[in-house]
């Protein structure tokens, strides 16, 4: 197994996940098996309680992980699955110590930052990459992003960590690839101290990066990257341009154009193969429509519906079709808003605030005839609006949000839990499909296999009274409903469950793919009126 550490320098949020994803996306063109590792340095044991507005998303992968939204974009980008094990945190590598050394693992011994900290580091890497390739996946190299910038007190213990594997380790198992900002001056000049300062930081914690990745708004002239090379002390062809692209999906073709692939792989000792292109013709082939879809939110930061933004890419590309989004305030917009949309998405989230907004967005998607597509929430008020507008209970609502008809019950296994972290229906669940139903010619089978994170579910004392009025519940996990649909409608339709997660460029979710496809009949149908 050969590793790829990818750190951070000068600022956060210049897409280290981004190029990490882009890096393996390279090496996988070219036949290499690769996997991924995310490490948090924060002291949550996983992100599953931290707020979304400040974190981001919460990808869910199909172990019931919840994670970094990064691993989203590894699994997107490398299209593989990973586990909770991919994503370390401060959090996790301190809890396990601290158990073993009551367990007596240590007994004798100063438990300390150095050695028991940084090899459970160690261990947590090395054991998340074979457990990948154990599991039948072809894993030859990995790629280990740290979260944060060099010079973070809390990334300390897991620098030292990649240190020492990068001593332990043959020179051609390991490759360090650090990720700098270069702004440009009022001048327009791009500045190259900021990366001089932070290679430099770098060095003093004993490491020295290999490769580095140079963020900015445009392509670094030849002397910029120069004077890189000659102050940081690494080759000019290992000093990479890694300009703004038009598109995530395209900065792999980007970094190819800057010789990325080659320095890799010659730093590797990996043999230089040919590159498939399908990747690069899926993510450049040319729109020849365009939609507009609403996403009424309640979060006002667009990374917290990452998943679903990239979903509605991978929809629109197979219909080749550019999918622009309008973020509509759930407590803020107005109907006329609804009406200027092709299609309206209702998104998942917890608490109170904004239910009215997203209730009313789904009244009149169902009442006009517009495309719905309702993702978790979505999907639990879709069911409390059709109970209130079209079964007549005024007060119907879900158990999450007081007393009135509790048409959306909390799940039983949940009536005893405390705790928070970790305590949802997490991860992958089969789902059965209704034969002659929507969603079981969008899926073209029996049975799929999504991921999940809820608490509530549709109270099975109505299930009888919703469908006898016109509310089709096609998929099912035992007796729990998933999705829902409405027949005469010419799209309506929720999930309690998040397709977006498994959604990929090359792959695109079947719910995404048939509602931007319904988005564009909507305003054709619109135009020829």
């Known amino acids: 197994m050969k590793y790829i550490f990818v750190t951070g320098g000068v600022m956060s949020g210049l897409g280290k996940g981004i190029t990490a994803a882009s890096i393996g996306r390279i090496l996988k063109n070219r036949g290499y098996g690769v996997t991924a590792i995310k490490i948090d340095p924060y002291l949550n044991i996983d992100a599953g309680t931290m707020n979304p507005a400040q974190h981001g998303e919460v990808f869910v992968l199909s172990d019931g992980g919840e994670v970094d939204l990064d691993l989203g974009n590894y699994e997107r980008f490398l299209d593989i699955e990973l586990t909770s094990d991919h994503n370390i945190t401060t959090g996790k590598i301190y809890r396990s110590v601290i158990e073993k050394e009551r367990h007596g693992d240590f007994l ?101 990066p290999d490769i580095i990745v140079c963020r900015s708004d445009r392509v670094m002239p030849i002397h910029s990257r120069k004077k890189i090379s000659d102050f940081c002390d690494v080759p000019l062809t290992a000093v990479i341009s890694a300009a703004d692209a038009p598109d995530i999906y395209q900065v792999p073709m980007e970094l190819e154009k800057e010789g ?37 939110t309640k979060y006002g930061v667009e990374d917290v519906y990452l998943s679903i ?124 499909l209704v034969p002659g139903t929507r969603a079981h010619v969008l899926y073209s089978g029996g049975e799929i296999v999504e991921r999940h994170r809820h608490r509530y579910e549709v109270n099975p004392d109505y299930i009888a009274e919703f469908e006898g009025n016109g509310l089709k519940f096609s998929g099912m996990n035992g007796n729990r409903m998933e999705i829902l649909e409405i027949t005469d409608h010419p799209f309506f339709f929720a999930t309690q469950f998040h397709p977006e997660f498994r959604s990929r460029p090359t792959r695109p979710s079947p719910p995404y793919v048939g509602f931007v496809n319904a988005c564009r009949e909507n305003k054709n149908q619109q135009n020829r009126g």
């Open 260 to 296: 990325a692939a080659n320095v890799i792989l010659e730093h590797l000792g990996l043999e230089k193969r040919g590159v498939d292109t399908e990747w690069y013709r899926t993510v450049t082939a040319e729109y020849t429509s365009r939609v507009t879809i609403g996403v009424v």
């Open 108 to 208: 004798g011994s100063t438990v300390q930052i150095i050695p028991h900290i940084t090899d459970e580091i160690k261990g947590r890497i090395t054991g998340a990459a074979e457990e990948f390739r154990n599991n039948g996946h072809l894993a030859e190299v990995c790629l280990v992003e740290i979260g944060g910038t060099v010079g973070d007190i809390e990334s300390m213990p897991f620098l030292e960590a990649v240190r020492q594997m990068r001593g332990e380790l043959p020179q051609t198992d390991t490759a360090l690839v650090h990720v700098t900002l270069v702004p440009a001056d009022t001048m327009g000049d791009l500045k190259t101290k900021p990366t001089q300062h932070s290679v430099k930081a770098l060095r003093e914690l004993g490491l020295r």
């Open 309 to 432: 933004k990239e979903a509605l890419k991978h929809a629109g590309r197979a219909h080749s079709t550019e999918v622009q989004i309008r973020w509509l305030d759930a407590e803020t917009y107005d109907t006329p808003d609804l009406a200027e949309v092709d299609g309206i998405l209702v998104p998942g989230g917890f608490g109170q605030r904004g239910i009215p907004g997203k209730i009313r967005a789904i009244q009149y998607a169902r009442e006009e005839g517009v495309p719905f597509l309702g993702i978790c929430l979505g999907f639990q008020m879709a069911v409390v609006e059709f109970a209130r507008d079209v079964l007549g209970y005024e007060d119907a609502i879900s158990e999450e949000f007081g007393e009135g008809t509790q048409v959306i019950a909390l799940l039983p296994e949940q009536q005893e839990v405390t705790d928070m972290g970790g305590t949802m229906r997490l991860g992958s669940y089969p789902v059965e």
